[in-house]
């Protein structure tokens, strides 16, 4: 399944004006496109998504099943908080790419806790929106080279 589903979750909507020396000035429009373009020069296409709400991004994960090879998911604040987010990841079983703009490990104590990565395949942050395009490529490698990843 040549599709990925990109799920932002709180306050990425507000990109670009949201804590710039934080998150980058690029806005959520224009992260979007970068992915959609970036998996494309792979022969992927994508869904954007974003919700303020924990009961829609978990709704579309499970609305990824069938349709998306593969999630990534910045699940902003949430990430720290929600086993319910977690377990709509270990449900639908697609392999699921954790990302954060900023390094969450080196900043105040409580971004340091992570449900998202338990069920994750694995974590990116700290990249900014170019770990995005890595969270795509590690989806990409995974769903069509399955063997060449541990
Ligand atoms: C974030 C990090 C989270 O701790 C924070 O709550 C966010 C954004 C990031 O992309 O760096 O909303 O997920």
Do not use: W
Request: hydrophobic share 40%.
């Amino acid at each position: 399944m040549h599709s990925l589903l990109i799920l932002n979750g709180p306050n990425l909507n507000l990109l670009g004006t949201r804590q710039p020396e934080v998150y980058g000035s690029g806005t959520l429009d224009m992260l979007e496109d970068s992915c959609a373009k970036h998996a494309q020069k792979s022969g992927f296409q994508v869904q954007c998504l974003q919700s303020n709400h924990e009961g829609a991004l978990i709704d579309a994960i499970h609305g990824a099943r069938g349709r998306h090879g593969g999630i990534v998911l910045n699940a902003g604040a949430f990430t720290h908080t929600s086993i319910a987010l977690m377990d709509a990841i270990y449900s639908v079983e697609i392999p699921t790419v954790e990302v954060h703009l900023s390094n969450i490990h080196a900043r105040e104590s409580f971004r340091h806790q992570s449900y998202i990565a338990r069920a994750a395949i694995g974590q990116i942050c700290g990249f900014g929106r170019q770990g995005y395009l890595m969270a795509i490529d590690a989806l990409v490698q995974k769903l069509t080279q399955p063997s060449d990843v541990t």
